[in-house]
Structures are given as structure tokens and as C-alpha cells.
């Protein structure tokens, strides 16, 4: 069964932090590529983070230096820690999985999406 339930989101103050997580059903884990995709309410979701199954990673330019995503195999749980958070990163987060070999940021490719968490910065 396709599972996917985001937890972690919330509100907080610029240059706070925040750590989402996902826990994925075992036939979701086994995919090959997993990622935290947002979106703003009018705007187009866009990819934050991705992890391959070889552990390899990408994050768009809006994350880097400032977010980490992992994966914890034996809890079926993927994470995204968010430090010195923005205004900018207000947005629903969904955690998302396929199966494809190339492991890209590009929201389009996913096939299965959980139901998002709200994260709110405030200035």
C-alpha cells in the first residue's frame, strides 16, 4: 500500500528552524527516489530536496546551505531539517517518492505524494 503522512510542519520566526518528517508504508520506502516538494497557494509546486537510493542528494538553490534531507531505514522515515527559515519558505510540504533511476527535482516526476504539512515563517 501507497503511505505517505508528513508530520513537523508549523509556525515559526525568521531564521528559526523546523525538522519535517515522513513516514512512508514499506512498498512506498522501496522506491527509488524520495523528496520534500512545496508549493504556495497560486504558485507552481517546486522541488526542495531529493534522496536517491544510493544515498546521493540535490536540493534547489533556495536550500542549499540551509536544508538537510535524510532517511532513516529502519523507521521508514524520511526527514527534511530546515534552519534559518524565511518568509520566502512559507508553503505547504509534501513529501513525495518514485521509482525512476534518475533522482531529479522536477515535482512532474513523482508518483506518490502524501497529504503536505504547513510551514509558516514569519518576518
Known amino acids: 500500500q501507497v503511505q505517505l503522512r508528513e508530520s513537523g510542519g508549523g509556525s515559526v520566526q525568521a531564521g528559526g528552524s523546523l525538522r519535517l518528517s515522513c513516514a512512508m508504508s514499506p512498498y512506498t520506502w522501496r522506491r527509488r527516489c524520495m523528496g520534500w516538494i512545496r508549493q504556495v497557494p497560486g504558485q507552481a509546486r517546486e522541488g526542495v530536496a531529493v534522496?536517491?537510493?544510493?544515498?546521493?542528494?540535490d536540493y534547489a538553490d533556495f536550500a542549499k546551505g540551509r536544508f538537510t534531507i535524510s532517511n532513516d531505514n529502519t523507521q521508514n522515515t524520511l526527514s527534511l531539517q530546515m534552519n534559518s527559515l524565511k518568509a520566502g519558505d512559507t508553503a505547504m510540504y509534501y513529501c513525495?517518492?518514485?521509482?525512476?533511476?534518475?533522482?531529479?527535482?522536477?515535482?512532474?516526476?513523482?508518483?506518490?505524494w502524501g497529504q503536505g504539512t504547513q510551514v509558516t515563517v514569519s518576518s
Open positions: 513525495a517518492a518514485h521509482g525512476g533511476y534518475a533522482c531529479g527535482l522536477d515535482p512532474s516526476d513523482f508518483d506518490y
Open positions: 534522496i536517491g537510493a544510493d544515498g546521493s542528494t
